[in-house]
């Protein structure tokens, strides 16, 4: 919107604009009580307007009644931004205000004696103002939804604190050795998440890391396709990385290999945290004696019925669960011992498919066959259905 077109809209106005011009204000908070009658105009700028329009020409008050003269300090709280965010690298902010119990006071207390309803809060303009300081120097992009960082300036304490909000980085894993588990562990010094996040660790700089994965399996079973995650590493100093470089570094582990790496996003980890993706197993079993009619074994596809396993009722509530048995194909490899090829829904536990787990999972193959038990266990696909 033009002056003049702001200008004309303030006919209708006259009467509180005097009331305002009166009111010991200085423009920017002249011109806030306006902010809804135009676009394209700074608060500043509406404030030298209405001064025209009631032919005061430009005014300037020594100390402000609403705001004691805020946006006169807003370059000493860019130079402290600039000077706290000086060793991080990032490309967009956000900035937020903490007001100050006097300054919340005065404000409550001006809207309700001018009825202001046209005014935008006082936090909003400092939040604006300040962004457009630090965008002129840094070059950086102000950005509400999805920064890089969070500002917080303080006036009650006269301090800027700023947050670092993390990176993602989306990829697959392949687990290749047994007897390292997924996430931390103290039990365990080597996890897939220390090996995958080592170097992002090295050259981010940041405080900390969490694997988001699409499930997990066992420590001790591999996988042998990619399986989904988010890495997230947090409060990282540098962003800008060079995903094949790291790609390659992970790689050398010969423990763990990734697929190709991409930014990504908060949101991506709750979609793999609501994924569902049937797996197939490959399990090596061996019986207690000799087994007879593998065939048997097609009888148990279908619902399957699991109580929670013993092996982890120290920790999980004790559930009746339903799952799917998609497929098993079975190689005899000789009088004991038969190689399970398993298809299953998400969340069927094997161990206790082929166990039977002293009863608490049926049908089984332990039933079907036989006392069994589990040799080495393997993921061998998941499949992205879902």
Known sequence: MSQREFLDKLKGSRELAERLSNGQLCLNCLGRNFAQVSTGLSNNKRGELVNRFLGKGKIKNDTCRVCDNI?????????????????IEFETFQIGTRLSSELIEKEKYHLERFDAKQCEPLKSEINRELGKLIEKQTNKKFNAKRPDLNILVNLETDK???????????????????????TKWDMYKITVEGIIAKP????????????????REDRDARCLDFRPFVLEIK?????????????????????VQVSDLS???????????????DKTYRVMIQFEKTFQEPERLKTIIGTINQKTPSRVLHRRANLLRKRELKNIKWKRINNKRLQLDIKGESGLYIKELVTGDDGRTSPSVAEKLGPVKVISLDVIKIHKNR
């Open 71 to 87: 946006f006169q300090s807003l370059e000493h709280y860019k130079d402290m931004i600039i000077k706290q965010t000086r060793n």
């Open 200 to 215: 992002f660790m090295k050259l981010t700089k940041g405080s900390g890391h969490s694997l988001h994965g699409a499930g």
């Open 160 to 182: 800027v604190e700023v947050s670092i909000n993390s990176i993602f980085i989306l990829s697959g894993y392949k687990k290749l050795v047994r007897n390292i588990p997924q």
């Open 263 to 277: 930014f990504s996003d908060k949101k991506k980890v709750r979609e793999l945290k609501a994924s569902k993706y």
């Open 235 to 255: 409060e990282p100093k540098k962003r800008k990385l060079p995903l094949k470089e790291l790609k390659k570094e992970i790689n050398k582990s010969k423990k």
